[in-house]
């Protein structure tokens, strides 16, 4: 790009940055009229740790994560089918790019568990990875998160008959706010966060059981995937249980479970307790049964923490994201989210190579035979 092209660039990211100053929460707080423009949707997240509910289907419920991991699953599909539908010696562009990433993974696998190992691993491995990555890529898109809306609402009722003498004033309500309050001192609370419409007026006598207002909320049709802990858990559950059966088709029932469960010195101790001429060996051999049983059950309790690790992990780390691109965008929209998306791209990246590489090195060390010699 020419000097002159670099320059205007420039002068439009400057200005898109003084505009997004002036609309987002810095210009508000120094009464700079708003930009409606530039008026950040608000984003309701009614659930933390797993999406929010958008239909039932029978005893199921479909969430806006499982809607987003469905179109996760799809797109893969469509482009894993436009890149291979037709086939060729001489790749084309796409058939390339695949081929080439595909390999660099597979590369990466048989560096790490060798040859053999590595292509039983990699299906599950390229799977995670796959997953992880684009979950947290699609995540970014514009339709992820605020803008399209499923709205949830629900009446407000009176508990008690009498006057209403106060009002809320906000169109915004959180849980168990103050909605409308009775000359008795009754109080009437929001039941959930979300726009309130109000259905009575100051000074309106009310019945029990009358409608007061209706509260409005609207959950995003789509949230990445990456920031459900089920989704994460999920994903934990079938690297750890994929690493167990690696590990036990490896080295045979007997000598995989003997890492876990280890009686054998410890029995050999009690027989010598009873073996006349070698009880004094016996002491010892009880110290060291007594520690290998020790020892094997935190080898279990620790590889049941990987689940938890697995899980958190990558929950808290696209959860941190979501957050963080929320936050520059509600105080400067525009340039200041730009960054931030950059550095998310990266996170995402890594956040996928780190789930496969741990899968990867455990898996390694699972099938490794006799680890003493």
Known sequence: MSRRGCSVVLLVMAALFLVGLAGGAIGRALDIGPIEILKVPVL???????????????????????????????????????ATRKMRLIPGRLQGLVEVALETL????EGVAGKRDGRRFFPIIATIFIVVIFNAYFALLPFFGPGIYVTEQEEVHASTSGVIVELVEEEKVEDGSVIARLE??????????????LEVEPGE?????????????????????????????????????????????SRGFRHYISEYISFGQLARGIKLLFTRGRASAAPL????????????????????????????????????????????????????????????????????????????????MAVAHATED
């Open 106 to 109: 597979l590369n990466f696998v």
């Open 205 to 249: 006598s009310i019945t029990a059981g009358q409608p007061v207002a209706s509260i409005t909320s609207q959950p995003p049709l789509f949230r990445s995937a990456n920031t459900d802990i089920n989704m994460t858990l999920a994903l934990a559950l079938v690297a750890v249980v994929s690493i167990e059966l690696w590990g036990l088709m």
């Open 44 to 82: 309701e997240i009614h659930e933390f740790f797993r999406g929010d509910p958008i239909f039932d289907v029978g005893p199921f419920t479909i969430s806006n994560t499982l809607i987003a991991s469905w179109l996760t699953v799809i797109l893969v599909i469509a482009f894993a089918f436009a």
């Open 285 to 364: 051999a009880l110290l060291t049964g007594v520690i290998n049983v020790i020892m094997g059950m935190l080898e279990a309790v620790s590889h049941m923490t990987r689940i938890i690790s697995f899980a958190f992990r990558l929950f808290g780390n696209m959860t941190a994201g979501e957050i963080l691109l929320l936050s520059a965008t509600f105080l400067v929209p525009w340039i200041m989210a730009i960054p931030f998306y950059g550095l998310e791209l990266l996170i995402g990246f890594i956040q996928a190579l780190i789930f496969g590489g741990l899968t990867l090195v455990w898996a390694s």
């Open 184 to 197: 008795d001192g009754e109080e009437i609370t929001a039941p959930m966060s979300g726009h309130v419409h």
